[in-house]
Nanobody, 125 residues
Framework: QVQFVESGGGLVQPGSSLRLSCKAS????????VGWFRQAPGKEREGVAC????????NYADFVKGRFTISRDSAKNMVFLQMNNLKPEDTAVYYC??????????????????WGQGTLVNVSS
């Protein structure tokens, strides 16, 4: 059975850390580029980070550089998003998505055809 599930969201205070997970079952996630996106209420979905399936290169949106890290564990068939120094403006539903290597279009949601259900991250004091 093919499954693709995010987890790890929650309510945290500003300055805290969270690690989001994206787990694949029934297929090999390592064959695909994996991106993390987020969508805040009333806003468009935006690309946060991506990890390539070709050479493992990573890309980040400017607003998370230095704070977020995307990584892959091929043995576990999982991708992670480590989020440090969280800010209230990071509050959003976070989605994991995958597709064949999207290259420079990594931050564009329309280039990904497979999505998880999302996990809510709420950063509030």
């Amino acid at each position: 059975q093919v499954q693709f599930v995010e987890s790890g969201g929650g309510l945290v205070q500003p300055g805290s850390s969270l690690r989001l997970s994206c787990k694949a079952s029934g297929f090999t996630l390592g064959y695909y580029a994996v991106g993390w996106f987020r969508q805040a209420p009333g806003k468009e979905r935006e690309g946060v980070a991506c990890i390539s399936n070709v050479d493992g290169r990573t890309n980040y949106a400017d607003f998370v550089k230095g704070r977020f890290t995307i990584s892959r564990d091929s043995a576990k068939n999982m991708v992670f998003l480590q989020m440090n120094n969280l800010k209230p403006e990071d509050t959003a539903v976070y989605y994991c998505a995958f597709d064949f290597d999207v290259g420079s279009a990594w931050s564009r949601a329309e280039y990904y055809h497979h999505w998880g259900q999302g996990t809510l991250v709420n950063v509030s004091s």
